[in-house]
């Protein structure tokens, strides 16, 4: 579950953002600003990060506020699943990443898996769509949809990145220490049930 005030910061800084988007009265503006102020007041209160970079991170962006989208491609080879270690923490993680304006989701999909793991793959089908809040993962100031995109791994090598230490196959009874920002043992669990049963319907919370 996430933590109250983080929920209550997330929902002032999106009403103040829509505001500040499609008000015109100039007084309404400023109660806007103050509410946007606020919720970078709450987050700065709670985390100990300074209020510029928190203002940056959180409540830096214009128009109506919506959720990220986090792009993680599912590669199967045999019994594995492929994971990537990741720079910032040294766990792993499925390769993934924000979604990037311009491209759609299998497209995503694709890049981030040559980009942070050296392998050439190409999108099969969509598996699932989790939203972050209802799964165990750390805290995050933004709303977050993970979709899990399933792909057929054509060739390619393992390789490092700037944001990757190197790339592995794993089982499901040999799962390395994860990720959690970006993805749970839960989830990686689940996935597998889609290479025993393919026909499994997409999930969606």
């Given at each position: 579950m996430q933590l109250k005030w983080l929920e209550w910061a997330k929902q002032i800084q999106a009403i103040s953002q829509a505001g500040l988007e499609?008000?015109?009265?100039?007084?309404?503006?400023?109660?806007?600003?103050?509410?946007?102020?606020?919720?970078?007041?709450?987050?700065?209160?709670?985390?100990?990060?300074?209020?510029?970079?928190?203002?940056?991170?959180?409540?830096?962006?214009?128009?109506?506020?919506?959720?990220?989208v986090d792009i993680r491609a599912v590669v199967f080879k045999e019994d594995q699943i492929l994971l990537v270690r990741e720079r910032v923490d040294g766990a792993w993680a499925l390769p993934g990443g924000w979604a990037d304006i311009g491209l759609s989701p299998m497209e995503v999909a694709v890049k981030e898996v040559k980009e942070e793991s050296g392998y050439d793959v190409v999108p099969v089908r969509l598996l699932g769509v989790?939203?972050?809040?209802?799964?165990?993962?750390?805290?995050?100031?933004?709303?977050?949809?993970?979709?899990?995109?399933?792909?057929?791994?054509?060739?390619?090598?393992?390789?490092?990145?700037s944001e990757t230490m190197g790339a592995a196959f794993y089982r499901e009874d040999n799962l390395p220490e994860l990720s959690i920002e970006r993805n749970t043992e839960r989830q990686i669990r689940g996935l597998f049930e889609f290479l025993r049963d393919p026909s499994r319907e997409v999930f969606c919370d």
């Open positions: 499609y008000s015109r009265d100039v007084y309404d503006l400023e109660r806007f600003e103050q509410l946007r102020s606020l919720s970078v007041t709450i987050m700065q209160e709670y985390v100990g990060v300074e209020t510029e970079q928190i203002r940056e991170l959180f409540a830096s962006e214009t128009g109506y506020a919506t959720p990220k989790h939203d972050k809040k209802f799964h165990d993962h750390p805290p995050s100031p933004y709303h977050v949809y993970k979709f899990f995109i399933l792909c057929r791994l054509v060739g390619g090598e393992a390789q490092e990145s």
